[in-house]
């Protein structure tokens, strides 16, 4: 029997090209998107794979479509082995200057957004005893980057929401595991990087920052080699709670785990020029 997946974010980058990877394994594909185009030209690619699939265009923001969906799944399907959250956008700017209702905003996409998609399947993996929870986190969940804090802030409640219910969810039989990258060569970043007002104080180490950001983007894994690692996760039979899909966040959490601040402050501050 097919084994069904969802992915939230499914029509670009590291959501897409799992859920083809998986298709071309046998696998049946749900999942949503705000981006109807991609979604339209992932089915047609879906459809060559002869894959079953269930696509709507909807916002992680919207719980009571989440909740139709979800029982739009589980009525075609019966059930459901793998949720992905993958759902995220990422904030740029000196803290000082955030728009907070922006900020905001964020967290509702990132955190509650995540929340509200695993709230909707977890019931039903619970009461099959069976099931397993991918979620989308980032390197910075753990390793803050400067003009980074509002996107960092979401990504440690990931991983803080995420280590906390997995004890909660374990004895049903549901395994947990969370993607830390650190960068993936999508336009992702660049939909994110804002500058500052040129009279700001941060201006010119935010210029900095985003021109050798762009510099490690071109040399960066690729949307497919992050998702035959992811697809390794979720294939798993005992998956471990942090994965990277990458070198630099294999590093830097390496670097996290042993070397004193000063020292991890000065690698950090150096690799990305900004440096007072």
Sequence with gaps: MSKVIV???????????????????????????????????????????????????????????ILKFKDTVLKKFGSVDTVVSNVGIGFFGPFEEVNLVKALQCFDINVIGCARLLQAFIPSMRERKSGKIVVMSSLVGQVPFPFESIYSATKFAIEGMVSSFRYEVKPFGIQVAMIQPAQVSTNFAAKAQQLPDKNSPYYDRCVRFINRDNELIKKATNPKQAAEKIVKVIQSKNPNLFNQVDFMSSFFLGLNRFLPQKLKDKILLDHMNINV
């Design 7 to 65: 992915i939230s974010g499914i029509a670009q980058g590291m959501g897409r090209e799992v859920s083809l990877m998986l298709a071309s394994q046998g696998y049946t594909i749900c999942g949503f998107d705000i981006e109807k185009k991609y979604l339209d030209s992932l089915a047609d690619e879906l459809n060559q794979l002869k894959a079953k699939f269930h696509l709507e265009t909807l916002s992680v923001t919207d719980s009571d479509k």
